[in-house]
């Protein structure tokens, strides 16, 4: 009999683990819905326009587009190309240098941005032509793409 007192003693703490095999089943769910909810409402852009998501508009379709969305820098790399095709190289090298005055941020890409010009320039204008736009913008780098697309 003293055998069967053992096993009652070990069922007695029965609805403490009841209560412990719960929270080990609920607590990982509750904490990934909750850090779920708290990446959408964190501001990953930087940008102050719409902050704050709601949970509904996390999509698979939103998730795609905004991991398409281009960065600043190649942003405006892409409306210099455009530019030059349509003006000529020294507008671009002015807006590039507009732009880097305007947002410090992108002075980190000025060097890229300025080759991209240059090999365009050759592209379309020549090497002695697009030579000709050189400008002290982004340490000459624009001169440096010239170069590297003409060599």
Known sequence: M??????????GRGPARRIGRSLALVLPVVLVLSGTLAVTHVNWSGNPEGSVLAASDVSS???????????????LRDQLLTE????????????????????PSLAKHCVSIARALGR??????????????????????FASGVMAAHG
């Open 2 to 11: 003293k055998h069967s007192t053992t096993q009652q003693t070990r069922r």
């Open 61 to 75: 379709a939103g998730a795609s587009t905004r991991a398409t969305r281009k960065a600043a820098h190649e942003v």
């Open 84 to 103: 030059l095709q349509r003006k000529d190289p020294g507008v671009a090298l002015t807006h590039l240098q507009q732009a880097v005055d305007e947002r």
């Open 120 to 141: 365009a320039a050759v592209a379309a204008y020549g090497p002695t032509r697009a030579q000709s736009y050189a400008r002290p913008v982004c340490d000459t780098s």
